[in-house]
């Protein structure tokens, strides 16, 4: 039987006692470790929770209807990076990258604030704490600024330094060279069966399939280009010419490609598109539950002017429409 998605959302109030579940159920796996001080910690406090959820930094993963795992971002930053205050993923719903998720969302919402790094702070030897983070990247902060050392004091007023801490850092700052490695190419008939690879990866059962794309290629208004790095393809997006409106059809980026870059390049090349076909406006339709997304296009000038429920098939999750103005000029 095929297991339910998994979607990520803002957290509503409603939330906020489940949140607190995830996180007595999340401590106990340190039970095993001889942490018990750490099982038996108390959950943050609903006030806590609603302080975080009022400003926009606490988000949660949804499945079949439940809270399964949850983030909360500091709400003000710390040195000037966003910081995870806490990620947590059910033990039963764990193995799955909902934690990744989490923290993909993290990032792209740093991305989108402008922070140059996503901070945290964490157990060193506990094996899904510091040695998961720096599997996604994260790398150990040497000279901690002065926030962080007063968060970290703070720490070990609690008692936390009964075990060894440490500081990680995300470096939010692409490399230059990153992008240079990727060149975004007209999509050809030869592109399609990685296309719908990825396609398939990212979207599942809401994916296109080959016959779609082989379809979009055959009309003479769609243009579509593809994102090539390292030999694969890496990333693809589409858009649809009618008149002064441009559609982006579809707009997808490979897993251990995102955060660098590659999706915003995408959109602003399929931009440059619409506007070298004459279009003046060009629209789009994304999950209202894809903050990532959502941060980019706003990023990008594009504006909400319509939502459409349920849009979304088989998931029943509503699509927001967002428009932004083309004046020939690509940023």
Known sequence: MEEPPVVLRPAEPADLPRLQDV??????????????????????????????QRAGC?????????????????????DGNAHVEQVSVHPDHGGRGTGRRLLDLAAEVARAQGRPALTLTTF????????????????????????????????????LDAWPRVCLALDLR??????????????RWWHVADVHALETDLFGRGAWSVEA?????????????????????????????????????????ARDQQGRGTGRALLRALRAEAVSAGATHLLLEVRADNDPAQ????????????????????????????????????S
């Open 58 to 78: 606490a988000w949660v993963a949804v499945e079949d209807g439940r809270v399964v795992g949850y983030l909360l971002l500091h709400p003000d930053g710390v």
């Open 174 to 187: 692409a490399p230059a060279s990153s992008m240079q490695e990727v060149s975004l190419q007209q999509m």
């Open 213 to 253: 794309f082989w379809g979009e290629l055959a009309q003479p208004n769609r243009r579509f280009l593809v994102a090539v790095g390292g030999g694969r393809v890496v990333g693809y997006g589409g858009i649809v010419v009618a008149g002064a409106d441009a559609d982006v059809q579809t707009i997808g980026v």
């Open 295 to 330: 941060h980019l296009y706003r990023s990008e000038g594009f504006e909400q002017i319509a939502r459409r429920a349920r849009y979304y098939q088989p998931d029943d999750v509503d699509a927001l429409v967002l428009r932004a103005r083309l004046d020939g000029r690509v």
């Open 124 to 159: 060193a030897q506990v094996p899904w704490n510091a040695s998961w983070y720096r599997r996604l990247g994260f790398r150990d902060v040497p000279d901690p600024g002065p926030q962080l050392r007063a968060l970290r004091a703070r720490e070990a007023d609690l008692g």
């Open 23 to 52: 996180e007595r159920a999340a401590g106990e796996r340190f039970r095993a470790l001889g942490m018990a001080a750490v099982a038996d910690d108390d959950p943050p406090s609903p006030e806590l929770l609603a302080v975080h």
